[in-house]
């Protein structure tokens, strides 16, 4: 969302409109649970995320657009986030898991962390096809679900949200290497679904 389209939708809020926060919310609601689940994993993500709509809400007056409005919905948001954190005395774990698939080798990626070879294309011209692309999808949701909570988040803020790997690190107080390592590894895992599942047809 732009800067003018902030502006905006900031006078609506200001203005008490319904519909304008219905807007704020379908907009940021996946954003700001993917930075709550990092931190708090799935248990408390929820609880975080909707304490964070509180301080939205009592704090939007004060709203000053120094940084872009989901810059700012997400500090909120990682700030509720540690203090769940320290309500519930619940600790991150970082521990990797296993690909439920096997490994896949990083020569799979380039330095950007992209593809060098894509999983190989399938065509989308029969009912079959789009069955196998619904069910696809189905499969690297579960996959997103099954990953580390960390990992999960930082590839769904990267990939999904857009956000560059120093705004997640400014969020989830984590280095830039290691945000690298989990996006790295996240992405080898999605990877390995996409094959097994144009191997065996299953997830």
């Given at each position: ?27 940021y609601q996946g954003a700001m649970r993917a930075v709550a689940y990092a931190i708090v994993g799935s248990r408390h ?159």
């Amino acid at each position: 969302m732009a800067a003018a389209d902030d502006a905006e939708l900031l006078q609506r809020l200001l203005a008490g409109e319904q519909q304008a926060f219905r807007l704020l919310v379908s907009t940021y609601q996946g954003a700001m649970r993917a930075v709550a689940y990092a931190i708090v994993g799935s248990r408390h993500a929820d609880e975080a995320v909707q304490d964070a709509w509180l301080s939205v809400v009592r704090h939007l007056s004060g709203f000053e657009g120094r940084s872009s409005l989901k810059t700012w919905l997400l500090t909120i948001t990682a700030n509720a986030a540690k203090s769940c954190l320290k309500r519930n005395r619940r600790e991150v774990l970082l521990d990797d898991l296993p690909s439920p698939h096997g490994a896949i080798d990083d020569d799979r990626f380039g330095g950007d962390g992209h593809w060098l070879l894509a999983p190989s294309a399938w065509h989308h011209d029969t009912p079959e096809a789009l069955l196998t692309e619904d069910e696809l999808r189905e499969c690297l949701e579960r996959t997103l679900l099954n990953l580390p909570e960390l990992q999960s988040s930082v590839l769904v803020l990267r990939e999904r949200q857009g956000l560059e790997l120093e705004q997640i690190c400014n969020l989830l107080d984590i280095s830039l290497s290691n945000a690298r390592v989990l996006v790295h590894r996240a992405r080898l895992k999605v990877f390995a679904t996409v094959e097994h599942f144009q191997e065996t047809g299953e997830c």
